[in-house]
């Protein structure tokens, strides 16, 4: 039984590139999502896969359709990652893009919008940077509402489709900030809602942040449009109230996790009544192989590959 604890490639979370953060005040978009075209038909769960941008494109999960109808694989695909990173000088957090997200997003026309009019939605992971801060360490509702503003006017200048929350490499008390509180990631996933009421907010299932969805009578855990579970090659219910069907217990990593095990987890997706399945690292090179591995417990059909 692989039990791998998920590998991602750090790179997003070290990046040493000093770009600056956005100028948030503008919200001019620079290419409103366009309107996507009608994707095929499929029956199944909602497939996901997170691409590591540092080394890979954002286009390859435009790549996989389905041989028995020709419908996209891929239905929700995760730009892996921007950085919740802090300032030492305001004592603040603020988002933070290394040169490869960033390229991403200013080339939107050519590396999100073609995702987007094949009906795939594009969402913008957010993790912890080893600064200090996270999203359970806001000390106030003002900071944590200041950051969600940061997130939403992201998604709307570069016309994503939401945010994923990952909460690992925050280091808690680094640069003299607080350790996680109860507070601060509720008011957080509100600001961010009420900001952004029709996209998509996903929960990767892992951090203090994880374990904090309820503050002061209010509790976010209805918040999430998904939530998955963090260890690839492994089956593990995210502990959140969400319905079976905005859940991933199965967490996958393409080219890693052997296709044995690919299939069980598709199979064990399907026959439990769940409704989400979790890829992460999908590269360039043609692994039809290994999504065939899952499509066809998912959805009754081979992947095919168009490069």
């Known amino acids: 039984m692989l039990t791998l604890v998920r590998s991602r490639v750090r790179t997003a979370a070290l990046a040493l590139s000093a770009v600056a953060a956005l100028a948030f005040g503008t919200t001019?978009?620079?290419?409103?999502?366009?309107a996507p075209a009608p994707a095929p038909a499929k029956q199944g769960p909602t497939s996901v896969a997170y691409v590591e941008v540092n080394n890979n494109s954002m286009l390859n999960v435009g790549k996989y359709t389905l041989a028995n109808g020709g419908g996209n694989v891929f239905d929700v695909a995760v730009i892996f990652a921007a950085n919740i990173n802090y300032d030492t000088g305001t004592k603040s957090a603020y988002?933070?893009?290394?040169?490869?997200?960033?390229?991403?997003?200013?080339?939107?026309?050519t590396e999100i919008r073609p995702l987007q009019q094949k009906g795939i939605k594009v969402v913008l992971s957010v993790l912890g940077n080893h600064q200090g801060a996270g999203f359970a360490n806001f000390p106030s509702q003002q900071a944590a509402s200041a950051?969600?503003?940061?997130?939403?006017?992201?998604v709307t200048k570069y016309g994503l489709d939401g945010i994923d929350?990952?909460?690992e490499y925050a280091e808690y008390g680094n640069n003299g900030t607080g350790q996680p509180n109860a507070s601060s990631f509720v008011q957080l996933v509100t600001a961010l809602r009420a900001n952004m009421p029709d996209k998509i907010i996903s929960l990767y299932n892992i951090g203090p942040?994880?374990?904090?969805?309820?503050?002061?009578?209010?509790?976010?855990s209805s918040t999430f449009d998904y939530a998955w579970n963090p260890y690839y090659g492994t089956w593990q219910v995210p502990g959140i109230a969400l319905p079976k069907s905005k859940l991933s217990p199965a967490a996958v990593e393409i080219g890693r996790t052997s296709q044995s095990t690919v299939a069980d987890l598709a199979r064990r997706t399907v026959s439990e009544?769940?409704?989400?399945?979790?890829?992460?690292n999908l590269d360039g090179a043609d692994r039809s192989a290994d999504v065939s591995a899952f499509t066809r417990e998912l959805y009754g059909s081979d992947a095919v590959y168009t490069p």
């Open 273 to 280: 009544g769940y409704g989400v399945y979790l890829t992460y």
């Open 209 to 220: 942040a994880a374990s904090r969805l309820s503050y002061g009578g209010v509790d976010i």
């Open 147 to 154: 950051f969600a503003k940061q997130m939403s006017d992201t």
């Open 28 to 34: 001019a978009a620079t290419g409103a999502a366009a």
């Open 165 to 167: 929350f990952d909460d």
């Open 95 to 109: 988002l933070h893009f290394n040169e490869n997200v960033q390229r991403v997003l200013d080339n939107a026309a």
